[in-house]
């Protein structure tokens, strides 16, 4: 294995950075977005490890500008300022406790990494940063790194704003300003290596990989060369020799020049095509219905399973940000998004990362939400809240905590239990009623039509009595919900009202009585 190990890394296929580096059956990750280091530690211990997450991707942990109008916007986690680990949820210490005692419970850790620019260029000058670290974004002075005006792309851009303008244009896509935000000359060996060594302290801590920011925005040969840089994983939790799992944010919806697939060579890649078209589908918009899944995944030209990072919403797009439009399924939109998010996990492509959102005052105006802003729940002195449990295992100070939603933890549980089992026994009414298993392991069936479902279906499962586990769950050899009986010939009867709560069922082996 070792030999073969050095092979693929000399052809400089080392697999290692599209593997999560998970422990074996955990196969999903949630985004703990805005969460304090603190929190997530918890979380780690007492829900995340019992209910078999594989890992967590957590808010970029560098120190960030202060922004005050608006005020304390969740996006000026988007503005480094330097790469000391200082933040809103907290410090290095805290930090490294939460990988320590996440990695210990088989829990990983990935961090967003925003290493393609710096605080925006009307950031002004000063020390209003999360760790108090001076900076003029005016001189494009980072003392706290360091980097100076030699070390950004001023000079590369032509456009006439200095930002980018077109994205049919790959040149200013990538060495021009996103949205005003300096951005770094990163085809410098000198940045090159201040974003290695930022990111080979995190693996150091014993991260697991890394969400690569803006990856659009820089070359991929850039992203490459800080990429060769890096260490190997901590060997406190990884065997010798394991590469960072990345996965990089590149928008493609279709229709730019730029393209996911010229990122392949670095690791995965997020496939926001996946919850677009999720989201059509299970709103019935443009003739979209559920029977037209059978061929999800490649076939509705999404990138390869194996590159792909699937969610159905993420911290952009359930507020207007990014990509995805107004088709993207929410925590706001419950019941269609646990169906969204139940079909996901069931479903072998991709790798699922589940989001974990806080609930913000929306306020839609002429069709935009003016409060897509507003930041984490927070304390008078800006601090962000505690994530309080309460007695119904929900959470309470306003995070919503998808992860611990019923219906999806139950599906991450699914999704462990049907591991490297194929899709199969499709079944659909023609229509929004529709049926899969995956090989003798689980089985989910959907009724999305406004009209009742009776029909009797192949599960491929062994003869006996399911809970169903979007109901209820097994409990003490007990179903606290639905329950399903396989006959001899794998066949089984399933009944959805279109009044339901949830108008889908989920059955697998380990819910078997
Ligand atoms: C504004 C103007 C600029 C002007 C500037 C002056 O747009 O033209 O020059 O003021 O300072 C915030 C504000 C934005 C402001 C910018 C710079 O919203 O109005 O520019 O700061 O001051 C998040 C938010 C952005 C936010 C940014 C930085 O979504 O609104 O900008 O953080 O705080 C594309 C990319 C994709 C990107 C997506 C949002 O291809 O990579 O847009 N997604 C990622 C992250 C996202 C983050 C960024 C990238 C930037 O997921 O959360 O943007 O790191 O699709
Ligand atoms: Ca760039």
């Known amino acids: 294995?070792?030999?073969?190990?050095?092979?693929?890394?000399?052809?400089?296929?080392?697999?290692?950075?599209?593997?999560?580096?998970?422990?074996?059956?955990?196969?999903?990750?949630?985004?703990?977005?805005?969460?304090?280091?603190?929190?997530?530690?918890?979380?780690?211990?007492?829900?995340?490890?019992?209910?078999?997450?594989?890992?967590?991707?957590?808010?970029?942990?560098?120190?960030?500008?202060?922004?005050?109008?608006?005020?304390?916007?969740?996006?000026?986690?988007?503005?480094?300022?330097?790469?000391?680990?200082?933040?809103?949820?907290?410090?290095?210490?805290?930090?490294?406790?939460?990988?320590?005692?996440?990695?210990?419970?088989g829990v990983r850790i990935y961090v967003d990494a925003v290493v393609n620019h710096?605080?925006?260029?009307?950031?002004?000058?000063?020390?209003?940063?999360t760790c108090g670290s001076h900076f003029n974004a005016g001189n494009r002075d980072f003392p706290a790194v360091p980097y100076s005006g030699w070390d950004f792309n001023d000079g590369k851009c032509h456009t006439g704003s200095g930002e980018i303008e077109r994205y049919d244009d790959i040149y200013q896509v990538r060495d021009c300003r996103l949205s005003g935000l300096l951005d770094l000359a990163l085809e410098k060996d000198y940045v090159r290596s201040k974003v290695a060594e930022y990111m080979n302290h995190l693996i150091d801590i014993g991260v697991a990989g890394f969400r690569i920011d803006a990856a659009k925005h820089m070359w991929p040969g850039d992203i490459r060369a800080f990429l060769d840089k890096l260490h190997d994983l901590n060997t406190q939790w990884f065997s010798a020799g394991t590469k960072p799992f990345i996965y990089q944010e590149v928008i493609d919806l279709g229709g730019e020049p730029i393209k996911g697939s010229e990122y392949f060579g670095n690791g995965r890649v997020t496939e926001f095509k996946y919850g677009a078209k999720l989201g059509t589908v299970l709103?019935?918009?443009?003739?979209?219905?559920?029977?037209?899944?059978?061929?999800?995944?490649?076939?509705w030209g999404f990138v390869p399973s194996d590159r792909a990072l699937v969610f159905v919403d993420n911290h952009d797009n359930q507020r207007g940000h990014g990509a995805g439009g107004s088709s993207i399924l929410t925590f706001w939109d419950a019941r269609l998004y646990k169906m969204a998010v139940g079909f996901m996990l069931a479903h072998p492509y991709g790798l699922t990362r589940v989001m974990s959102s806080y609930r913000w005052p929306r306020n839609f105006q002429n069709g935009k939400d003016v409060n897509d802003w507003v930041g984490p729940p927070s304390n008078s002195d800006g601090s962000t809240k505690a994530v309080t449990i309460n007695p119904d295992t929900t959470c309470g100070n306003d995070w919503v905590c998808e992860h611990r939603w019923r219906q999806i933890r139950n599906m991450v549980i699914f999704r462990n239990v049907v591991d490297g089992e194929p899709f199969s026994n499709w079944w659909d009414n023609g229509s929004n009623q529709v049926a899969f298993g995956r090989g003798n392991k689980g089985f989910i069936i959907f009724n999305n039509d406004n009209w009742n479902m009776n029909v009797n279906v192949q599960t491929g499962l062994p003869a006996g009595t399911y809970c169903d586990v979007i109901s209820g769950q097994k409990e003490n050899n007990k179903c606290t919900g639905k329950q399903v009986f396989v006959s001899g010939d794998g066949k089984a009867n399933f009944q959805i009202n279109t009044d339901a709560e949830d108008p889908f069922i989920a059955i697998h082996v380990d819910a078997k009585l």
């Open 1 to 105: 294995m070792q030999i073969l190990l050095l092979l693929l890394a000399a052809a400089g296929l080392c697999w290692g950075q599209y593997n999560p580096n998970t422990v074996p059956k955990r196969t999903s990750i949630v985004h703990l977005f805005e969460w304090r280091w603190q929190d997530i530690a918890e979380e780690c211990e007492r829900y995340l490890a019992p209910n078999g997450f594989g890992g967590v991707q957590v808010s970029p942990p560098n120190e960030n500008i202060v922004i005050t109008n608006p005020n304390r916007p969740w996006w000026e986690r988007y503005q480094p300022i330097s790469y000391k680990i200082c933040t809103r949820s907290g410090n290095e210490e805290q930090f490294k406790d939460m990988v320590k005692r996440c990695n210990n419970v």
């Open 118 to 129: 710096m605080c925006g260029a009307a950031g002004g000058s000063g020390t209003h940063s």
């Open 283 to 299: 709103r019935k918009w443009n003739g979209e219905k559920m029977a037209y899944l059978k061929n999800w995944g490649e076939g």
